[in-house]
């Protein structure tokens, strides 16, 4: 609880400052014997959105479970390199990976709302980590989470009701407020718009856009005219290796590499 | 012409009868197939179906018409006074004479008159014999040739080969509803039977089972008492035990198949545990009745407590014991069937293996949980031999588990076996039980499945 509220402090703080959120050196995942990921080094700053790119089977989305340690439920992956959350090792022996996913929140692909009321998905976080001193303030981090996601207004009436009855879009912004509500400092998002329509995308994107203003935010996504529109870094992968990374200005418009010059002309992938 | 060997001059009918159906809308389509309204093959279908089905129905309906007829015709043969015999020793008769048709013994002495009624039975069963293999041939013959013209390319035959399918479809699930139906009728009559001479109330009411029916009026303990109450307190009692065994024990070692145990240690132990399943009840019945329940007596005995030798508590703890792996594996299969999003969702958010099992598995799988406890239930209700062996027939009105009870499927088999006389309250209470015993596995389903439907959630 203490954690929590110097974590959050500190990120309000570092918000002027450079030194980013997390801060990963020579990352190297396997699983089993296969190498899916080599020697990544890529900087997440903050109040920024971070775009990964590249074809599938690349290792973003690998990638992207390493900063909340997700792929240690996956039998047989390992993890080499060093990855920094604040300056703090995330795979060293005394954090606490509980700790990890408060600070370091998650959006899958598929809205996966759980089989419960719509306040009680929200709920649920604030509740497993004892953010709320009582029901009053559970409710207004609800509420304030649900605000956040641009959800309020369109289930203040319903909150008794199941979060699956609702819209994929409406859905994966139940997801996101979701995650807002444990007050994360880095929110991952594993290709969030893939399973919705293009309305409910360009809702989403420009949530994305709003929360930008509160937490660092990686986004894996397959489409590029999304990484373009909405992230200020991108990250283009290729075969388990960062091969650039830059201003999504400069990758889009002037990509040093050929590789990624070839991906983004659509020349492979 | 045996009737198996008729059976198989039917099928090679059809057989034939395929093959010419096929034939005929070949050389109907001359050459194109696409002309043809369904695929060869249908209409050596419809053709089978026509040589086949209306022999086979007269086929039926004549082997179970056949007895009656021919046994009228014997009787009426008969002499006068023969034929005015009661109706028991006329059956008496009549089964002598099918005896001495078909060379059995027979219970009296064969008078001429006896002899000649076999003889005319015979005459009238080889006719009647005769008379069905001709009519049924004629009739596949009949069928073969009226399809046969019927067929042309514009003959809709997978439609009509479709009707019937689905016809004999529908008739095959009206056989098992139509058996229930006629447990449950037969159920209902012989309790109807039993409830005049017993009433409901006190049958539902009364606080005391002492099924007898005095023979003479003078016998001790002439009067029989019917109150079912401490049966259902027993069964109760009884199932109650086995839940608190098998509940914790097979949600429990689910929880830890589905979400703890590594793969290879999962396909052991499940299989394992399967096979509990798999043990014959009589030999529950033994361990709980020679191992269990002195274990108990014994341990009681040591801490100063009373424990019966035959005691709920042995048999409840085995019952638990017996229907663990219907709690364990139906749990596991729904745990598993939760989607792996709802986990990876859950931990995403920073909740522990046992927080997330807690509040987002357990209740999402909660609808095929409540479904394997209430068959584990219903199972226990009805589970009858480790009862029999390990609890007692005493039907004591108790909740106390070191005491002897009883159960309704043992007080069942205790009414029926040996001689009985099957018109007697004594044995007509069985059906009454037997009504009890459905109609609360009955409520425990409804129930089951209403609880189903409330918490059913929809997931993509």
């Known amino acids: 609880m203490i954690a929590m509220q110097a974590t959050t402090g500190r990120a309000t703080d570092a918000a002027a400052s450079p030194v980013p959120a997390f801060m990963t050196r020579d990352v190297c995942v396997f699983y089993g014997q296969k190498q899916a990921l080599t020697n990544v080094s890529l900087d997440i700053h903050r109040n920024q959105v971070t775009s990964l790119i590249g074809p599938s089977g690349c290792g973003k989305s690998t990638y992207l479970r390493c900063l909340n340690r997700m792929n240690d439920i996956i039998d047989g992956c390992r993890v080499t390199g060093s990855i920094l959350l604040d300056g703090q090792d995330i795979y060293a022996g005394s954090m606490d990976v509980v700790h990890l996913r408060a600070r370091v929140g998650m959006v899958f692909q598929k809205p996966n709302p759980f089989p419960k009321s719509i306040f009680e998905n929200v709920a649920y976080g604030p509740r497993i980590h ?4 009582d029901k009053t303030e559970l409710e207004a981090i609800v509420h304030n989470s649900l605000e956040k996601a641009g959800l309020l207004a369109e289930v203040k009436d319903r909150m008794d009701q199941p979060g699956t009855g609702l819209s994929g879009g409406q859905q994966q912004r139940l997801c996101i407020a979701r995650a807002i509500a444990v007050q994360p400092e880095v929110i991952l998002m594993d290709e969030p718009c893939s399973a919705l329509d293009p309305i409910a995308t360009a809702r989403i994107e420009e949530l994305i856009d709003e929360l930008r203003e ?19 870094r991108t990250g283009f992968f290729h075969l388990g290796i960062l091969v650039e990374t830059g201003d999504t200005e400069q990758i889009f418009t002037n990509p040093r590499d050929k590789r990624t010059q070839d991906y983004i002309t659509g020349r492979f992938g | 012409m045996s009737l198996s060997t008729l059976l198989l001059a039917l099928l090679v009918l059809s057989s034939l009868a395929f093959y010419l159906g096929r034939k005929k809308a070949l050389s109907a389509a001359g050459g194109n197939l696409r002309t043809l309204h369904s695929l060869p093959n249908y209409y050596g279908y419809y053709l089978a179906l026509w040589a086949g089905i209306p022999a086979l129905a007269v086929f039926t309906l004549w082997l179970v018409l056949e007895p009656q007829i021919v046994q009228s015709l014997v009787v009426g043969g008969l002499p006068e006074a023969q034929r005015n015999l009661s109706p028991g020793r006329l059956g008496l008769l009549i089964n ?28 009238l069963r080889d006719t ?25 390319a514009h003959l809709r035959a997978r439609n009509q080969v479709e009707t019937v399918v689905k016809v004999f479809l529908i008739v095959g699930s009206t056989v098992a509803v139509l058996t229930t139906a006629g447990i449950v009728f037969s159920l209902v009559f012989e309790a109807g039977r039993f409830f005049v001479a017993v009433s409901p109330a006190e049958f539902l009411f009364g606080t005391e089972w002492s099924p007898q029916i005095a023979l003479r009026k003078d016998q001790v303990g002439a009067q029989g008492a019917f109150g079912a109450v401490p049966l259902f307190a027993g069964t109760l009692l009884i199932s109650v035990i086995a839940m ?5 024990v097979g949600l429990m070692s689910a929880i830890y198949m589905a979400e703890y145990a590594p793969p290879r240690l999962r396909t052991v132990i499940k299989p394992i545990l399967e096979i509990l399943a798999g043990i014959p009840t009589v030999v529950y019945g033994f361990f709980a009745a020679l191992t269990v329940a002195p274990f108990f007596r014994d341990t009681g005995a040591a801490v100063g407590l009373t424990i019966s030798s035959e005691s709920a508590l042995a048999a409840g703890i085995v019952m638990g014991i017996m229907i663990i792996p219907f709690v364990s594996s139906l749990s596991d299969d729904v745990i598993n069937a939760v989607p792996r ?15 997330t099992i807690r509040k987002v598995i357990i209740p999402a799988a909660l609808p095929g949980i409540v479904g ?22 005493t039907a004591n009105m108790t909740i106390n588990p070191f005491h002897a009870v009883t159960t309704i499927t043992v007080q069942i088999v205790t009414l029926l076996i040996g001689d009985q006389e099957f018109d007697s ?23 089951a499945l209403r609880i189903v439907k409330k918490y059913r959630e929809q997931y993509e």
Do not use: W
């Not at chain 2, 293999?133 to 019927?150: D, E, M, N, P």
């Not at chain 2, 394997?372 to 027939?393: D, K």
């Not at chain 2, 059906?431 to 009955?442: E, H, N, R, S, Y």
């Open chain 2, 96 to 123: 002598d004479i099918r005896n001495l048709a078909s060379g059995n013994i027979v219970s009296r002495e064969v008078a001429p008159g006896l002899q000649e009624a076999a003889e005319h039975y015979v005459r």
């Open chain 2, 128 to 152: 009647s014999r005769i008379a069905l293999v001709v009519a049924v041939l004629a009739l596949a013959v009949a069928g073969l040739t009226f399809g046969r013209q019927r067929i042309s």
């Open chain 1, 214 to 232: 509160h937490f660092a935010i990686v986004i894996v996504t397959h489409s590029m005219q999304q990484a373009a529109r909405v992230s200020q």
């Open chain 2, 425 to 447: 309250p004594k044995t007509l209470a069985a059906f009454a039980l037997g009504l009890v015993l459905f109609l609360i596995t009955l409520v425990l389903n409804i129930g």
């Open chain 1, 130 to 133: 004892g953010i709320a001193k």
């Open chain 2, 341 to 355: 999003a709802m986990r990876e969702g859950s931990y995403g958010l920073g909740a522990t293996q046992s927080e």
């Open chain 2, 372 to 393: 394997g406890f209430l068959l584990a239930i219903s199972r226990a209700i009805g589970e009858t031999m480790i009862v029999v062996m390990a609890a007692g027939l």
């Open chain 2, 244 to 248: 608190c065994v098998a509940m914790p």
